[in-house]
């Protein structure tokens, strides 16, 4: 009975450790994002019109019923936090392709 020799493969490279000032900035760069496309609900009227739509849906009116809120108070409440979870959302998701995107580009100068 013959056992096969393990083969040793290269380990990958790790990827670089990110420093804390691009953390910062990263950081930075999300808030901003995300506070740019929470005004975009304060000022731009197709963008209330849709979250009041949002808002009346049979869906949303059953997160009412799952958080027991009854208050006109707890229902804005609700509302806000889903518009900044949405914008945070969406703010992660530019943020992310504009990295790739930016990492592509210095990849590619390189």
Do not use: D
């Not at 013959?2 to 083969?7: D, S």
């Not at 420093?19 to 740019?36: D, K, P, W």
């Not at 049979?58 to 949405?86: K, P």
Request: proline share 3%; hydrophobic share 55%.
């Amino acid at each position: 009975m013959r056992l096969k020799k393990a083969v040793l493969r290269p380990q990958a490279a790790s990827p670089r450790e990110i420093s804390v000032t691009e953390t910062l900035i990263r950081t930075a760069v999300l808030v901003a994002l995300t506070l740019a496309f929470a005004s975009v609900f304060r000022f731009w009227q197709p963008a209330i019109k849709a979250a009041q739509h949002i808002a009346g849906t049979s869906v949303w009116q059953e997160l009412y019923s799952l958080f027991h809120i009854e208050s006109g108070v707890g229902r804005e409440q609700l509302i806000l936090t889903g518009i900044m979870v949405a914008c945070f959302l969406l703010a992660l998701a530019v943020q992310s392709v504009g990295f790739l995107i930016f990492r592509k580009l210095r990849k590619n100068r390189a």
